[in-house]
């Protein structure tokens, strides 16, 4: 079952994922659906309070990529309006995702992605957002440099800089560069992230980073043909 499927079916149960704690929670899935649901709305939630002011458009965000079936928005939003209040225990909720999809790196990046469109949902990205959704990164397992190639795929870097957004040294050969880009364009191509069960606003966002990807790995093909030539992937 994908990530998002089982939020989905979460939501749609008889337990609201604030209430089932310790003792109270029933053995199992249960408690187990319980800290899921928890960590990843209660960590949407918290982006939204990151830097300080909860607005609306921050709402409307979350609820596009963390979206509930029909007829249980409020009860998404209930959740996110009790977690919202601080933004302590953030850490606890990332390492939580951290952990239980540690094996699955392209689904914690969806979860970034999703962030990111929280963060990007008033205009801009602050510094404190930006903080935390780096410290996030972190409790997710991903290196400072795999955050910044996530980071530029949504707000550019400063001077366009493909190989960041590759994620890799501007002397990895030839190779290096293809396998880079396989591995990114892999994990962020929209029919995966349609697989992975993700709405429709997250497979948005899925296409306009696969459209900076290929242009790094465009840009990166057109300096080194001047030169002798990195050749296109096999698709």
């Given at each position: 079952?994908?990530?998002?499927?089982?939020?989905?079916?979460?939501?749609?149960?008889?337990?609201?994922?604030?209430?089932?704690?310790?003792?109270?929670?029933?053995?199992?899935?249960?408690?187990?659906?319980?800290?899921?649901?928890?960590?990843?709305?209660?960590?949407?939630?918290?982006?939204?309070?990151?830097?300080g002011?909860?607005?609306?458009?921050?709402?409307?965000?979350?609820?596009?990529v963390?979206?509930?079936?029909?007829?249980?928005?409020?009860?998404?939003?209930?959740?996110?309006?009790?977690?919202?209040?601080?933004?302590?225990?953030?850490?606890?909720?990332?390492?939580?995702?951290?952990?239980?999809?540690?094996?699955?790196?392209?689904?914690?990046?969806?979860?970034?992605?999703?962030?990111?469109?929280?963060?990007?949902a008033?205009?801009?990205?602050?510094?404190?957002?930006?903080?935390?959704?780096?410290?996030?990164?972190?409790?997710?397992?991903?290196?400072?440099?795999?955050?910044?190639?996530?980071?530029v795929g949504?707000?550019?870097?400063?001077?366009?800089d493909?190989?960041?957004?590759?994620?890799?040294?501007?002397?990895?050969?030839?190779?290096?560069?293809?396998?880079?880009?396989?591995?990114?364009?892999?994990?962020?191509?929209?029919?995966r992230?349609?697989?992975?069960?993700?709405?429709?606003?997250?497979?948005?966002?899925?296409?306009?980073?696969?459209?900076?990807?290929?242009?790094?790995?465009?840009?990166?093909?057109?300096?080194?043909?001047?030169?002798?030539?990195?050749?296109?992937?096999?698709?």
């Open positions: 079952m994908s990530f998002w499927r089982r939020l989905a079916d979460f939501i749609t149960g008889h337990h609201d994922p604030f209430e089932c704690r310790g003792k109270d929670c029933p053995p199992g899935r249960a408690v187990d659906d319980a800290e899921f649901a928890m960590a990843l709305i209660g960590l949407g939630a918290k982006m939204a309070k990151a830097d002011v909860v607005t609306r458009n921050e709402e409307r965000a979350f609820l596009q963390f979206r509930a079936p029909p007829g249980f928005e409020e009860s998404l939003r209930r959740a996110f309006d009790l977690s919202k209040q601080t933004t302590l225990g953030f850490d606890g909720y990332a390492r939580r995702l951290g952990r239980r999809f540690k094996d699955h790196p392209a689904v914690l990046e969806d979860v970034l992605d999703g962030l990111f469109h929280i963060a990007k008033d205009g801009r990205v602050t510094k404190d957002e930006d903080d935390f959704l780096a410290q996030v990164a972190n409790l997710f397992g991903f290196s400072e440099r795999e955050y910044d190639r996530i980071r949504h707000l550019g870097a400063p001077e366009d493909p190989y960041v957004i590759l994620g890799i040294d501007r002397d990895a050969d030839d190779q290096a560069v293809k396998r880079a880009y396989r591995r990114v364009a892999s994990q962020n191509h929209p029919d992230l349609i697989a992975r069960g993700a709405p429709a606003e997250m497979q948005r966002i899925a296409v306009e980073k696969m459209a900076v990807i290929n242009a790094a790995y465009a840009a990166i093909n057109r300096q080194r043909q001047t030169g002798g030539g990195l050749a296109a992937p096999a698709e």
